[in-house]
C-alpha cells in the first residue's frame, strides 16, 4: 500500500497508463466516517435521549443544540417595501431610488437593501437582452 504522499501508478495489463483518473471508487466512504459510523450505529435514539435529559438538567449546550433541532435558526427573514413595477430596463432606476429611499427611512437594512438592488441588477440586465433579442429579431426580419 502506498505511503500518504506516495503517487500511485495506475496501469493496464500492457504496462501503459490507464486511461482518465480512476481515484476513488464511487460511493466509497472516507474510512474516518466509516469508523464513526460504525461507532455510532444503533446508539443514534441512546444519544439523543441523553442530549435531551442533559438540556432539561440545565446544560446550556445541549439545549442549544436540541433547540436548534427543533427550530433552526432563519438564515434569511422575508424583506416587505414597496417596490415600483419594472417593466423596461430604465424603471430600474426608480427601483434602485426606492430601495435606497427604504434604506434610508429604515425600512431595510443596509444588508437588506443590497440583496434587493442585486435582484434589481440582474431583472434589468434580464429585460435590457429580452429587449435587445426583439430588436435583433425586428431587424433579421426586416432584411
Do not use: W
Not at 446550556?60 to 413595477?85: D, G, N, S, W, Y
Amino acid at each position: 500500500m502506498p505511503r500518504k504522499n506516495e503517487q500511485t501508478t495506475y496501469t493496464d495489463v500492457r504496462g501503459k497508463f490507464a486511461k482518465g483518473n480512476p481515484g476513488r471508487p464511487k460511493g466509497s466512504r472516507n474510512k474516518t466516517t466509516q469508523v464513526v459510523e460504525a461507532l455510532l450505529d444503533g446508539e443514534a435514539e441512546a444519544i439523543t435521549r441523553c442530549a435531551v435529559d442533559k438540556a432539561l438538567e440545565g446544560d446550556t449546550t445541549a439545549l442549544r443544540l436540541c433547540l436548534e433541532r427543533i427550530a433552526p435558526p432563519r438564515k434569511e427573514a422575508p424583506v416587505q417595501f414597496t417596490l415600483p413595477k419594472m417593466e423596461t430596463a430604465r424603471d430600474a432606476a426608480t427601483a434602485a431610488s426606492a430601495v435606497l429611499q427604504a434604506v434610508s427611512e429604515g425600512e431595510l437594512t443596509p444588508s437588506e437593501g443590497a440583496h434587493v438592488m442585486q435582484l434589481v441588477e440582474t431583472y434589468r440586465r434580464t429585460l435590457e437582452l429580452s429587449d435587445l433579442e426583439e430588436r435583433i429579431l425586428a431587424l433579421e426580419e426586416a432584411t
